[in-house]
């Protein structure tokens, strides 16, 4: 069985502040994706990021960057200079090897204010 | 290149009665899958679709069920509405094994 688990409920920062996103994971293929989707409060899920299993290389794109670390099961994402647009439901999400199922976590709210 | 749509945006049925919700795949992409996403969660998922056939359930009820058409869109099926159906129903796209899904922007099913 898998599961994903944001320990994180909800954040909030002020703008400019940087913040981290936890995203812990257990799975028991040795070959697996791992994402982040944002979910604005039109509904949508935009996808971010997508990493496998074998490439624990971090990854930055522009203010947003993300830690790999398969040694502690975690996929943990950060904000740079947070702005109000970041204001969001972010996930984290694992899909198994067959590649139909993806398990999200629960979220977590980021608020940013001004 | 046409993205994930679904149909319709917003419904409201009254508990028993029966529902069908529509999902249009980006172009080129062969797989539909169905995830629940009741308030304050990450989303469940539900079933894939692959030429035309269920590839994968997860923990729902018989009572849900599926479609996919020959042109990979896809409908989802509900019967015996209940109370705990009310949820947004995000329908996904992608290609066969490409672990990779694109998402429509949902129905919200409120069941009274």
């Known amino acids: 069985a898998q599961k994903v688990t944001q320990a994180q409920t909800e954040i909030s920062v002020v703008e400019k502040e940087d913040v981290t996103l936890d995203c812990v994971y257990e799975?028991?293929?040795?070959?697996?994706?791992l994402f982040w989707y944002k979910q604005p409060p039109s509904g949508e899920l935009v996808f971010l990021i997508r990493?496998?299993?074998?490439?624990?290389q971090n990854e930055i794109s522009g203010r947003y960057s993300w830690n790999f670390q398969k040694s502690t099961s975690s996929f943990n994402f950060t904000i740079t200079a947070s702005q109000v647009v970041d204001s969001a439901v972010y996930f984290c999400?694992?899909?198994?090897?067959?590649?139909?199922?993806?398990?999200f976590g629960g979220g977590t709210r980021l608020m940013v204010k001004p | 290149e046409t993205g994930v749509t679904q149909s319709p945006t917003h419904l409201i049925k009254t508990r028993g009665q029966q529902v069908t919700l529509r999902c249009s795949s980006q172009?080129?992409?062969?797989?539909v899958s169905w995830y629940q996403q009741a308030l304050g969660q990450g989303p469940q998922f539900i079933f894939q679709y692959y030429r035309e056939e269920e590839n994968g359930r997860g923990n729902f009820p018989p009572r849900f069920s599926g479609l996919q058409f020959p042109n990979y869109s896809s409908e989802l099926n509900v019967n015996a509405l209940e109370l705990d159906d009310s949820a947004l129903y995000l329908c996904a796209s992608s290609l066969w094994r490409d672990y990779e899904q694109y998402f429509g922007p949902g129905t919200r099913l409120t069941v009274t």
């Open positions: 999400a694992l899909i198994n090897n067959a590649g139909n199922m993806l398990t």
């Open positions: 799975t028991r293929d040795t070959t697996y994706y």
């Open positions: 990493r496998n299993s074998f490439d624990e």
């Open positions: 172009s080129g992409h062969n797989t």
